[in-house]
């Protein structure tokens, strides 16, 4: 099978044309403008037709489009819920008449994490798992839920999405959902440039002359500042966290960890799997933990299972 799969982020789209488990071409569209995702319709068409030249046959032999939206997603409907201020006018578009008028081509929304695991179960690092839960590290923080071989959906689109939103620290700081001390607004992309601001002596760290993201971050903290290095522990214990809830919320046998923040992996996964297994109840056994095998391409890949089953492939809730 061949699709046409868009990985919505929050701080650029990714689209590219999925044959089977391989990427045959993909491209990346930058920073998305405040004014929201309705103008660059025209952009992402043009670029997908651009990619079906890669296929002698153009889009003749592709099965649909699969699109990944970093919100809340009702996958049965086929509609956006809420995007937390990321695109706040995708509510409002009906895609699936998008693909119909510029590709006449069925198109499959999801969350984008929920696609990213439904890579991971297809062609990754949770190949031959039924529950296995994962959490994408990047911009934001995203979760998803597989149990018993489907996608944990819930009622109202909510169900095991929101990991980045559980309380990891009493009082901690302001989170774009309206909590506190979620592990979205302690350690993720968007957040990490305020935490640092607010750490104690940040100007001295050779961080603080740099743009602030995670691969800056990660490479001050291998050269020995004790100030990045200290901040880098922060994030680690907060992801620590997020996978503890995860397991203790839905006793997953897997647990992946995702996104862009993964590039660094040689760092972050043993940490994790050094400190997630102590603290957590599993009187079953050991909850494996992996990084994301395609890397920051487990949501393209996802393309394929999400065209090649139906929106009812979902659980509403658990029994």
Known sequence: MKAFAVDLGGTHITV???????????????????????PLLPLLAATL????NCSTRGITDVAGIALGFCG???????????TNGKYPDAAEID????????????????NDARMALMGEHYAGAAEGFQDVAMVTLGTGIGSAVMIEGK??????????SLGGHVPVVLQGRACTCGGEGCAESEASGWALPRLCQSWANFPQSELAGQEINFA?????????????????????????????????AYDPELLVFGGGVMRSAEVILPYLQAHIPGRVWTPWGKVQIRSARPGNESALLGAIPMLSTSPSDVRTNVR
């Open 95 to 110: 895609f699936h008449s998008w693909s119909r008028e510029n590709f006449d081509l069925p198109l499959r929304l999801e």
């Open 216 to 248: 800056n971050l990660f490479r001050c903290a291998a050269s020995g500042d004790p100030i990045a290095k200290a901040i880098q522990q922060h994030c680690m214990d907060v992801w620590v966290a997020t996978g503890v809830a995860l397991v203790h």
């Open 49 to 52: 037709r651009d990619l079906s």
């Open 151 to 160: 996608l944990l959906q819930g009622k109202h689109g909510q169900a095991g």
């Open 16 to 38: 590219a044309v999925v044959e089977d488990r391989q990427i045959v071409a993909s491209q990346t569209i930058g920073q998305p403008p405040a004014a929201g995702l309705r």
């Open 72 to 82: 809340i997603v009702d996958s049965r409907a086929g509609r956006v819920q809420s």
